[in-house]
């Protein structure tokens, strides 16, 4: 039966996503449109970030959708919540957020946010998820509602000063919560500024995003907004993944392998492919994912996985002798007799014992 699941968790999903591009803004206030299910979700699994107070910036709040509010779609009682709300934490935006019930009782929300500007008297903008999508499609939603509001179309890149930005750097994908040895890195390339969007906390660094002389897509979540930046400045952009030294396989692998799987979010995927393929360039690396595969940046034999039976199936057939992925994904594959080494995601794993740079004694990302 597709679609059904005996070994594998439900993944991160794209209202989680999209929460976790605000989470760490000052000034942002995020509505949750939900009965208080989801955004309990987002901050009590979703989010590795929330349980720590240094790093809180945002203001979550659930809408509180009792079964009329739903039925009836009461706008006008979430606008007052959101107003008595705003009067009580003086944000400088909000951002809604849809779950499954905007998703059923179709709700407008476009509507929705003109509205919440003329009564709040703040820029709204909304992200119309609907929690049945993965986290990276949210994210993806996130960082295009973000850029189409507050992006000034006066701003471009400062003569002398060269500023990377960073589309999809996210805790679902990297080992991070504050960004610092990947700034580090960064910086150690040439450039003055970099700004990692979905980690650092300035609503200024959307506003100014025509200055970045130069934009990285490290997952395929941020791809649409590197293109929008593109098109709307004309900033280029290249994509690539960075990875810690103990992220890099090639030294710890089984004696050759000669088929691989690497299971992750394709540009990490991708960028272990390239490590491996420094050391054993005539071993088969096939690409797996159950996110978003951008065809552009795929091989022919790589594999989108619409369920858990689909990848089942799928490395039965191809006896592969090497696997890379979350440990997790082990428990499927149950009869699978190769090697596996241990790759975790955390939209996959949901473990909060995630952040490498706090406890890393790399001196940096290999880029």
Known sequence: ??????????????????????????????????????????????????????????????????????????????????????????PRFAALIGTPVPAVIGTDFRALTRM??????????????????????????????????????????????????????????????????????????????????????????????????????????????????QERFGTPFTVRFPLLPNEEPAGGLPLNPKKILIVDQQFKANALRGSIRQMLPDTAITCGTFFQQVPDYAEPQDKTFDSEEAFVAFVAAQQFDLILGDPIFRRALPDYQGAYLDSPHFAVNGSPARDNERTSKNEGYVL
């Open 116 to 229: 919440a500007e003329k009564r709040l008297g703040l820029p709204c903008i909304a992200v119309p998820t609907n929690g049945i999508g993965l986290y990276d499609k949210g994210i993806e939603l996130a960082y295009l509602a973000m850029l189409k509001r507050f992006a000034s179309a006066e701003k471009r890149p400062q003569s002398g000063h060269r500023t990377l930005g960073v589309f999809g750097a996210s805790p679902f994908d990297l080992p991070i919560l504050e960004g610092r040895t990947l700034r580090r890195s960064l910086l150690a390339l040439g450039f003055d500024t970099v700004r990692l969007y979905g980690i650092d906390r300035s609503l200024e660094d959307w506003q100014n995003v025509g200055e970045n002389a130069e934009n990285l897509v490290i997952a395929p979540s941020g791809l649409a907004a590197a293109k929008w930046a």
């Open 1 to 90: 039966m597709k679609g059904l699941r005996l070994y594998l968790p439900p993944f991160a999903p794209d209202d989680a996503g999209a929460a976790s591009v605000f989470f760490p803004i000052d000034g942002a206030m995020v509505v949750i449109c939900d009965a208080g299910g989801c955004a309990g979700n987002i901050c009590g699994f979703d989010e590795p970030r929330w349980h720590l107070p240094s790093l809180r910036r945002a203001a979550v709040f659930s809408a509180g959708l009792r079964d009329m509010d739903a039925i009836l779609g009461r706008d006008e009682k979430l606008i007052e919540k959101m107003k008595r709300a705003a009067s009580a934490i003086h």
